[in-house]
T-cell receptor, first 112, second 114 residues
Framework: DQQVKQNSPSLSVQEGRISILNCDYTNSMFDYFLWYKKYPAEGPTFLISISSIKDKNEDGRFTVFLNKSAKHLSLHIVPSQPGDSAVYFCAATPLRDDKIIFGKGTRLHILP | KAGVTQTPRYLIKTRGQQVTLSCSPISGHRSVSWYQQTPGQGLQFLFEYFSETQRNKGNFPGRFSGRQFSNSRSEMNVSTLELGDSALYLC?????????????FGPGTRLTVT
């Protein structure tokens, strides 16, 4: 049972444009959401997070939007840069101090 | 400050064998979590150790086990290896239990079972 779903295995976006990565979840007990970025041969690195009491969190070029009623969150990257090419994992946790459930990841390709 | 280190980085084993993977957390971190990454399933949580005690466990068979030492270093063991155990095994360390955003991942151990 996949509680965190990233339905797009891959996404290609032109450099300079906006990249939008989507994530859906099924567990209404999740109240903290994270995005991780992973390059080949490296472990994932934390990118940005959002608490369920917010609907938006911004950090530089990265913005995460949360729609609790739809159980949907998205990561926006503006503008997209070549170094953004990586696998992005959406993750969720019911409590800040509980185990993290990851999605399967979306591979983002930034095209020149 | 040194990052999370995992040894070995690559491993090839045959079915039926067992394997032990090692993870050294960032100095001062007391929590170590283990994940399995496969193309089909993404990142799946195996277990978390905090102060030498298993605090949380994912949905994996008993063939997967782990332990944590007093210096916070952790080992993961997989017995009776199956072809489906081929994966990238990642460990992550954090100062406190659960970790959340404060988890720092190692580069992983790539296990291939033939």
């Amino acid at each position: 049972d996949q509680q965190v779903k990233q339905n797009s295995p891959s996404l290609s976006v032109q450099e300079g444009r906006i990249s939008i990565l989507n994530c859906d979840y099924t567990n209404s007990m999740f109240d903290y959401f994270l995005w991780y970025k992973k390059y080949p041969a490296e472990g994932p690195t934390f990118l940005i997070s959002i608490s369920s009491i917010k609907d938006k969190n911004e950090d530089g070029r990265f913005t995460v939007f949360l729609n609790k009623s739809a159980k949907h969150l998205s990561l926006h990257i503006v503008p997209s840069q070549p170094g953004d090419s990586a696998v992005y994992f959406c993750a969720a946790t019911p409590l800040r101090d509980d185990k993290i459930i990851f999605g399967k990841g979306t591979r983002l390709h930034i095209l020149p | 400050k040194a990052g999370v280190t995992q040894t070995p980085r690559y491993l090839i084993k045959t079915r039926g064998q067992q394997v032990t993977l090692s993870c050294s957390p960032i100095s001062g971190h007391r929590s170590v979590s283990w994940y399995q990454q496969t193309p089909g399933q993404g990142l799946q949580f195996l277990f978390e150790y905090f102060s030498e005690t298993q605090r949380n466990k994912g949905n994996f068979p008993g063939r997967f086990s782990g332990r944590q030492f007093s210096n916070s270093r952790s080992e993961m063991n997989v017995s009776t290896l199956e072809l489906g155990d081929s994966a990238l095994y990642l460990c992550a360390s954090s100062f406190r239990y659960g970790g959340g955003r404060e988890q720092y991942f190692g580069p992983g151990t790539r296990l291939t079972v033939t």
